[in-house]
T-cell receptor
Framework: DGGITQSPKYLFRKEGQNVTLSCEQNLNHDAMYWYRQDPGQGLRLIYYSQIVNDFQKGDIAEGYSVSREKKESFPLTVTSAQKNPTAFYLC???????????FGQGTRLTVV | AQSVTQLGSHVSVSEGALVLLRCNYSSSVPPYLFWYVQYPNQGLQLLLKYTTGATLVKGINGFEAEFKKSETSFHLTKPSAHMSDAAEYFCAVSTPNTDKLIFGTGTRLQVFP
């Protein structure tokens, strides 16, 4: 079955540690996105990539980093510079910018 | 730049009642509009979308939305709410010239028996 897989579903980390969230898609989509979701704030765009080896900052990129070495994969690293990393993280992909995005099931990151 | 405003962060209805979730957009060019649904601790699922053509769009689970250019609105409706409709709903906008979807802040729908 085609889709987007995020792993792990739940992640706990100590403050000050970097952590990498995985996002893999087998939909042959060119574009991939990372969103952060906090209660009452909707989805905020962290980073996005329209093509392999290229990516752009979204609205809240500070404290995060990404790579796009393969079309299928778009991992997100939450660095120690991110002041409030506890949140629900969603990965998405689509074929063109004006088509609907398909979402993964999300990763809930808790920093203690 | 595009933006989306969802009026009402929480909406409560009785089972069998009409569901109306409001979405207004801002765009300098003809927009593409989407409604997504999210169940707890899950990703988002597309309910319906408007790109061009017929302004009344039908989606899954009995939902529909109407694009009204004069009102810059894309409200989501369902004639009769079901308990399983309880979820969070997001409106989103993009255009042919943009490279990302812009989401509203979401509306949580509660359905009471």
């Amino acid at each position: 079955d085609g889709g987007i897989t995020q792993s792990p579903k739940y992640l706990f980390r100590k403050e000050g540690q970097n952590v990498t969230l995985s996002c893999e898609q087998n939909l042959n989509h060119d574009a991939m996105y990372w969103y952060r979701q906090d209660p009452g704030q909707g989805l905020r765009l962290i980073y996005y990539s329209q093509i392999v080896n290229d990516f752009q900052k979204g609205d809240i990129a500070e404290g995060y980093s990404v790579s796009r070495e393969k079309k299928e994969s778009f991992p997100l690293t939450v660095t120690s510079a991110q002041k409030n990393p506890t949140a629900f993280y969603l990965c998405a992909s689509n074929t063109h910018q004006n088509t609907e995005a398909f979402f993964g099931q999300g990763t809930r990151l808790t920093v203690v | 730049a595009q933006s989306v405003t969802q009026l009402g962060s929480h909406v409560s209805v009785s089972e069998g009642a009409l569901v109306l979730l409001r979405c207004n957009y801002s765009s300098s060019v003809p927009p593409y509009l989407f409604w997504y649904v999210q169940y707890p601790n899950q990703g988002l699922q597309l309910l319906l979308k408007y790109t061009t053509g017929a302004t009344l769009v039908k989606g899954i689970n009995g939902f529909e939305a109407e694009f009204k250019k004069s009102e810059t609105s894309f409200h989501l409706t369902k004639p009769s709410a079901h308990m399983s409709d309880a979820a969070e709903y997001f409106c989103a906008v993009s255009t042919p010239n943009t490279d990302k979807l812009i989401f509203g802040t979401g509306t949580r729908l509660q359905v009471f028996p």
